[in-house]
C-alpha cells in the first residue's frame, strides 16, 4: 500500500492542476448538451466520456512522449514491447500456418 507522504504534491503544482481541471470543465461543460447535466449519472457519464475521449489520450500523449525523451534507448527492451512483439512473431508464424490468410 502506497504511503501517501510518498504521493505528495507541490502546493504550487497541486494549485496548477486545480486551475487547469477547471479551465477543462469548462470547455467540457460547453460541450456537453444539457439534458446530459440534469442528474448526477447524467452528469458523471457525460465527464467520464469526455474525459475517456478527450483528456485521457492527450495525458497518455504526453506521459510516452516524455518517456522516449528521457530513456529512448530502454523502449525497446521494455516487458511490454517484448511482449508485443512476441505477440506478433506468434500471429505471423500461426497465420502462416493456415491455409488462405497468408
Known amino acids: ?7 505528495a504534491m507541490d502546493a504550487d503544482k497541486l494549485q496548477q492542476i ?11 461543460y460547453d460541450e456537453t448538451a444539457p439534458e446530459q447535466l440534469t442528474t448526477l449519472e447524467g452528469i458523471e457519464a457525460a ?4 474525459i475517456l475521449e478527450h483528456v485521457s489520450p492527450e495525458i497518455g500523449l504526453f506521459l510516452s512522449q516524455q518517456r522516449a525523451v528521457l530513456a529512448p534507448d530502454e523502449a525497446g527492451d521494455s516487458k511490454a514491447s517484448w511482449e508485443k512483439s512476441a ?11 493456415k491455409p488462405g490468410l497468408n
Open 1 to 7: 500500500m502506497l504511503d501517501p507522504r510518498d504521493t
Open 18 to 28: 486545480q486551475a487547469h481541471a477547471r479551465a477543462i470543465a469548462a470547455l467540457l
Open 47 to 50: 465527464i467520464r466520456g469526455q
Open 87 to 97: 505477440s506478433l512473431r506468434t500471429r505471423r508464424k500461426s497465420s502462416k500456418s
